[in-house]
T-cell receptor, first 113, second 113 residues
Framework: AQKVTQAQTEISVVEKEDVTLDCVYE???????LFWYKQPPSGELVFLIR??????QNEISGRYSWNFQKSTSSFNFTITASQVVDSAVYFC??????????FGAGTTVTVRA | NAGVTQTPKFQVLKTGQSMTLQCAQD?????MYWYRQDPGMGLRLIYY???????DKGEVPNGYNVSRLNKREFSLRLESAAPSQTSVYFC????????????FGPGTRLTVT
């Protein structure tokens, strides 16, 4: 069965510091997808990125970057030069073939001014 | 576009009362989902509708029923509310299936006393 582990429960940083969120997944699938979602204090869930197992290229989008490594089953997410508005819970998610999304437990990021 | 809308935003029920949570999406998505989120946890799938005219149970379907009214609307009904159903409920939609990113509604905070 799919399983997602986010070992970091909480991370607290000062504004402008970089933050890296770890995600390790387990899957039996040869082709699979991974997502990151953000849940700010207001409560809504915001989609950030979708990656498939064929695409191991790291990507940078503004202040966000992703490091996907199949060899270590990791899909890490970095926020560069963090801002107070980045304070949120971040979920790493792996969808299964039974329509079930396997959520990691989430990492709470607090950015202090 | 409004994306995914949910009503109501907040609701308090007494044990044994019934209610229906409404969800609508305007993105022409085929798949729709209902989740619940309990404190400190990721989301758990209650029911999903892979396409118009179909519905299936997720991880935690007991005590709930759903109706896919048309392509846009997917409602969740609690027939006899119990305190264990106190939670935040999210509706989501995706283009087709769980390998596509899901877009979430703002959530309904339900308290059963």
């Amino acid at each position: 069965a799919q399983k997602v582990t986010q070992a970091q429960t909480e991370i607290s940083v000062v504004e402008k510091e970089d933050v890296t969120l770890d995600c390790v997944y387990e899957t039996r699938d040869t082709t699979y997808y991974l997502f990151w979602y953000k849940q700010p204090p207001s409560g809504e869930l915001v989609f950030l990125i979708r990656r498939n197992s064929f695409d191991e290229q790291n990507e940078i989008s503004g202040r966000y970057s992703w490091n996907f490594q199949k060899s270590t089953s990791s899909f890490n997410f970095t926020i560069t030069a963090s801002q107070v508005v980045d304070s949120a819970v971040y979920f790493c998610v792996h969808p299964g073939d039974d329509y079930k999304l396997s959520f990691g437990a989430g990492t709470t990021v607090t950015v202090r001014a | 576009n409004a994306g995914v809308t949910q009503t109501p935003k907040f609701q308090v029920l007494k044990t044994g009362q019934s209610m229906t949570l409404q969800c609508a999406q305007d993105m022409n998505h085929n798949s729709m989902y209902w989740y619940r989120q309990d404190p400190g946890m990721g989301l758990r799938l209650i029911y999903y509708s892979a396409s118009e005219g179909t519905t299936d149970k997720g991880e935690v379907p007991n005590g709930y029923n759903v109706s896919r009214l048309n392509k846009r609307e997917f409602s969740l009904r609690l027939e006899s509310a119990a305190p264990s159903q106190t939670s935040v409920y999210f509706c989501a939609s995706s283009e087709m299936g769980v390998t596509y990113e899901q877009y979430f509604g703002p959530g309904t905070r339900l308290t059963v006393t």
